[in-house]
């Protein structure tokens, strides 16, 4: 028997929520709101797109039991626990 794929939450509100740790669900709802209202503009759908596909992307970080770590390492600027994207990506700076 196949392995099954991991399971993809893909761009779904509900799975999303489901992802976040809880102290990000009522910023991640207000701007889901937020732009779910918005959306009734048909021009501006695309902008609810763009957000749950942020918000699916910021899940992913923030529920890595890792996070909370390296984001105070990179906090507190000790670059000798991470690469910058400088350094990384030789010019980086210069394509923002």
């Given at each position: 028997m196949a392995a099954e794929p991991p399971h993809e939450i893909g761009d779904d509100p509900a799975e999303i929520l489901r992802l976040l740790p809880e102290r990000w669900h009522e910023q991640f709802l207000s701007d889901h709101h937020t732009d779910l209202d918005a959306a009734?503009?048909?021009?501006?759908?695309?902008?609810?797109?763009?957000?749950?596909?942020i918000w699916r992307l910021h899940a992913i970080a923030v529920s890595n039991p890792d996070f909370d770590h390296a984001e105070r390492v990179v906090r507190e600027g000790r670059t000798d626990e991470f690469v910058s994207m400088e350094m990384?990506?030789?010019?980086?700076?210069?394509?923002?």
């Amino acid at each position: 028997m196949a392995a099954e794929p991991p399971h993809e939450i893909g761009d779904d509100p509900a799975e999303i929520l489901r992802l976040l740790p809880e102290r990000w669900h009522e910023q991640f709802l207000s701007d889901h709101h937020t732009d779910l209202d918005a959306a009734h503009e048909l021009w501006r759908f695309k902008q609810l797109q763009e957000l749950l596909h942020i918000w699916r992307l910021h899940a992913i970080a923030v529920s890595n039991p890792d996070f909370d770590h390296a984001e105070r390492v990179v906090r507190e600027g000790r670059t000798d626990e991470f690469v910058s994207m400088e350094m990384a990506f030789p010019g980086w700076a210069d394509r923002q």
